[in-house]
């Protein structure tokens, strides 16, 4: 089945504990992105990549970070969470040149 | 840059009636559109999408949407409203561009509570 996974569901924790979401894609998607959903606003792109290696910020990247090692994964990380921080996280891909993005189920990240 | 605005954070309906969700967006250039829908404690699920060819757009579950131009709108539709609909419903869009990774700008959302 052609899907987004993340992991984990829901995490509680408390401020300045990193942690690290992960992302992973089984539809060899070139393009991915980690949006975070807040209510009112919607979703926000945090950060995105176009492939391997290639990263860039979104409209709100500060206090995250990302990698992309391999094509399928797409990890999110928090160096130093904050409450802030404190929301609803989604990774999706899409193919290059087709403009339908995939979404994983989301991540509910708690920062006390 | 993009900008969509959805009108009313909040609808309810009855069972039975119309469902109408207003998008209206800003784009510098020809937009692509889409219409998201999220069940509780879900992600987000397509529910139709215009991508330049016919201006009245079918999706799932009975919904439409109709991308005018004119009036820089794609409001969403359903005739006949069903319990199953109560989600939160998302209009968003992409400027086609590769920039930014495609994209996608979203609206604040609608909240739809349908009533027995």
């Known amino acids: 089945e052609a899907q987004v996974t993340q992991n984990p569901r829901y995490l509680i924790t408390v401020t300045g504990k990193k942690l690290t979401v992960t992302c992973s894609q089984n539809m060899n998607h070139e393009y991915m992105s980690w949006y975070r959903q807040d209510p009112g606003l919607g979703l926000r792109q945090i950060y995105y990549?176009?492939?391997?290696?290639?990263?860039d910020k979104g409209d709100v990247p500060e206090g995250y970070k990302v990698s992309r090692k391999e094509k399928r994964n797409f990890p999110l990380i928090l160096e130093s969470p904050s409450p802030n921080q404190t929301s609803l996280y989604f990774c999706?891909?899409?193919?290059?040149?087709?403009?339908?993005?995939?979404f994983g189920p989301g991540t509910r990240l708690t920062v006390t | 840059a993009q900008s969509v605005t959805q009108l009313g954070s909040h609808v309810s309906v009855s069972e039975g009636a119309l469902v109408l969700l207003r998008c209206n967006y800003s784009?510098?250039?020809?937009?692509?559109l889409f219409w998201y829908v999220q069940y509780p404690n879900q992600g987000l699920q397509l529910l139709l999408k215009?991508?330049?060819?016919?201006?009245l757009v079918k999706g799932i579950n009975g919904f439409e949407a109709e991308f005018k131009k004119s009036e820089t709108s794609f409001h969403l539709t359903k005739p006949s409203a069903h319990m199953s609909d109560a989600a939160e419903y998302f209009c968003a869009v992409s400027d086609k561009s590769k920039a930014a990774g495609n994209k996608l700008t979203f609206g604040g959302g609608t909240r739809v509570l349908v009533k027995p």
């Open positions: 990549s176009m492939n391997v290696e290639v990263t």
């Open positions: 999706a891909s899409n193919r290059d040149g087709d403009y339908e993005q995939y």
């Open positions: 215009y991508t330049s060819a016919a201006t």
């Open positions: 784009s510098s250039v020809p937009p692509y």
